[in-house]
């Protein structure tokens, strides 16, 4: 094989493997479905939804985990579908998932105050 042609490919790999690099780190923004604000306090809420539902009878834990979450989505303007999709968002996503529930986390500590 000749030098030159040789170079040529040594050149083009690292090229291509460059390109291949810069694409896979310029991974986009996951986008929420829904104002980012308005997903902290659903999943506040769902956190004491989640509460809540640990506190009842084992016989009727389902029927009202159906009831509350129905509540969930009717007060917040949302569906269970849209409420989903956004939780898979944020599972591609592991910093903006941690991002978002340091908010939320904040969020309930503001209830909690409130509340006392």
């Keep these: 094989m000749d030098f030159t042609k040789f170079r040529f490919c040594f050149k083009q790999g690292i090229f291509f493997t460059l390109v291949c690099f810069i694409f896979a780190c310029g991974k986009p923004k996951t986008e929420l479905s829904m104002p980012e604000e308005k997903f902290i306090k659903i999943l506040a809420d769902a956190h004491l939804i989640e509460s809540a539902i640990q506190n009842n009878n084992a016989k009727f834990r389902d029927s009202m985990t159906v009831v509350y979450y129905n509540q ?40 909690e105050a409130d509340n006392k």
């Design 72 to 111: 969930l989505y009717e007060i917040h303007g949302t569906s269970e579908e849209e409420f989903r999709l956004n939780i898979k968002a944020l599972e591609s996503d592991p910093k903006m998932l941690s991002e978002i529930y340091a908010k939320v986390m904040d969020e309930l500590s503001k209830m």
